[in-house]
């Protein structure tokens, strides 16, 4: 399969999407004797080769790291956000060059690593692909120097505000490094946040600062958007399932109302609970103040300090929890319908089922048993009632989406669709949702949609945590078209190579500028894009 001054071939043993680039395009050259000289960000679009660009580079200063670190040799370091990436770049680098290229992240146990094992792993690889926050640990506890990196690249180098790993590991060890490594960092988006286009000098300006670098973007502007992704944007648009739906049905709204008296009911609790806490700790303050050096006083203070330690180890930690779970579910079915409430209120009984604390066991128990009978009872006989009537069912956004991605993802030419949202739960119930109605096309003698969902390796909504081993199993089931409608949380949008997707939708208002670049560039194939 060939591409327009690429050649591209199927490499089984990487992915079959991979765009493999055999001459580089001339503002991918450019750039890259640009970063032999000096530190730079390249800000390219998605699809564009970025991380060509890095590959190219590193084979130019390869000569530094082909001697052994005891023998004076240096390593090359490629710094990723998520665990899927350190897999998928890793891959990228090994298949282009003739280098050794190791991959660590924090399930593959790097934390437990002795120094001497990290030795080794350095004197065995010549390129290493780290999640960041695995390698700033690394040079956190002197277990490697950046004065042994002779280029250190940045994928995703938008995210290096604060805290971040990125951030840290310049502002703790590149500065204070005598002899620093090359800088490259790879963007898509100059901003990771929200920002006016009035503030995008000033945004740019400060990622110069932080990585010590330049930002470019190449003098020939018109060729990198040529091979950059090309989209089609549409707006759909719905009507409020709370404004349609609920406030002219009584029998779902009433579900929606018993939520929120058992949510106020919660809400009340934890606020005379905070209101306590807040007392004793004004006390116990004003005590400290009015014990003297003599210990006049002191017996007062040591009174309060029993009682705030046994408030704290009374406090009902997992109530916050219930909270949370509440509020997830109230916002599920007003975005999905009743019968995502009900799915919701599902999870929702397996989430409680691992609460056992006892204190506050009768708010507890009481919201148990209230959510217990509605999803046992009341939900499920709603749906049951209302099975044929999608109006009642679905929320508008829901039907709409479900409609778009029926027409255009077809099984027969191996489209394949991303749904972006914004929290774990909508990702979970959303995906069986779209699993039920497209049950349905079985019916119209219609080829059936393969859905999974993806979410971070931490999410837990009841079932069992997705490990980062799940989310690659689902990723590369994606890819080979084994799935080919994928709902997903913010974990995909992270420039994961999927290059046959042709249809993106954003469930929710992207939160920020870069997030709404990273779902457009998700939009990978070079025809029907949208």
């Not at 399969?1 to 493999?20: C, F, K, Q, Y």
């Not at 990196?149 to 990125?166: A, M, P, R, W």
């Not at 079915?333 to 006892?358: M, N, P, R, V």
């Not at 119209?444 to 390796?457: D, F, P, V």
Request: aromatic share 10%.
């Amino acid at each position: 399969m060939t591409a327009s001054r690429n050649t591209t071939v199927n490499i089984d043993r990487i992915h079959s999407e991979l765009d493999v680039v055999t001459i580089p395009r001339s503002y991918q050259t450019e750039l890259m004797e640009q970063a032999k000289h000096e530190n730079l960000v390249i800000c390219l679009s998605t699809g564009s080769g970025k991380t060509y660009i890095a590959v190219m580079l590193i084979k130019e200063m390869a000569h530094a790291i082909r001697a052994s670190i005891r023998d004076g040799g240096k390593r090359t370091v490629f710094l990723v956000k998520t665990v899927a990436l350190v897999q998928q770049q890793s891959d990228y680098i090994r298949f282009h060059t003739d280098l050794s290229v190791g991959k660590y992240y924090g399930e593959l146990g790097v934390d437990l690593w002795q120094k001497e094992r990290w030795v080794d792993e350095f004197e065995q690889h010549q390129v290493l692909v780290f999640s960041a926050q695995v390698f700033l640990n690394l040079v956190d506890h002197n277990y490697f120097t950046l004065y042994k990196v002779n280029l250190l690249i940045f994928d995703k180098c938008q995210h290096s505000t604060g805290e971040s790993c990125y951030a840290g590991l310049m502002n703790r060890h590149y500065n204070a490094c005598h002899d620093p490594p090359r800088i490259l960092g790879l963007t898509a988006s100059i901003s990771g946040g929200k920002i006016t286009p009035g503030q995008l000098n000033k945004v740019a300006k400060q990622i110069e600062n932080i990585y010590k670098a330049r930002v470019a973007s190449g003098s020939n502007r018109e060729e990198s958007n040529r091979h950059g992704t090309s989209i089609q944007i549409e707006h759909i648009y719905y009507l409020s399932y709370k404004d349609e739906i609920c406030s002219n049905n009584g029998s779902i709204m009433i579900d929606f109302d018993t939520i929120e008296s058992i949510l106020a009911d919660l809400e009340s609790y934890l606020s005379k609970q905070k209101a306590e806490r807040e007392k004793i700790e004004h006390d116990l303050a004003e005590s400290i103040l009015m014990t003297d050096y003599l210990g006049l006083n002191l017996t007062e203070y040591n009174a309060l300090s029993v009682d705030y330690t046994i408030f704290l180890q009374s406090e009902y930690v997992n109530l916050p929890r219930l909270r949370y779970y509440l509020k997830n579910l109230i916002h599920t079915g007003y975005e999905l319908g009743i019968y995502g409430l009900f799915l919701a209120a599902e999870a929702f009984q397996k989430a409680l089922d691992l609460i056992t604390d006892s204190d506050a066991k009768e708010l507890y128990d009481n919201s148990s048993q209230r959510i217990d009978c509605l999803a046992d009872d009341i939900l499920r006989n709603l749906v049951d009632i209302n099975l044929n009537n999608d109006q009642n069912l679905f929320s508008s956004k829901v039907l709409h989406l479900f409609q778009r991605i029926k027409k255009d993802v077809d099984d027969d030419n191996l489209g394949r669709c991303i749904v972006f949202v914004e929290r774990i739960y909508t990702a979970a119930i959303l995906s069986k949702i779209l699993a039920f109605l497209s049950e349905k096309m079985l019916l119209e003698n219609k080829n059936c949609l393969k859905i999974k969902y993806l979410t971070g390796s931490r999410a837990n909504i009841g079932d069992a945590m997705m490990s980062a081993k799940y989310q690659r199993q689902v990723i590369k089931k994606f890819r080979k078209g084994e799935i080919n409608v994928l709902v997903a949380t913010a974990i995909a949008e992270e420039g994961l190579d999927i290059t046959k997707c042709n249809l993106v939708f954003r469930f929710n208002k992207p939160p920020n500028f870069s997030s709404y670049m990273q779902s457009k560039g998700s939009a990978r194939a070079k025809q029907n894009a949208a």
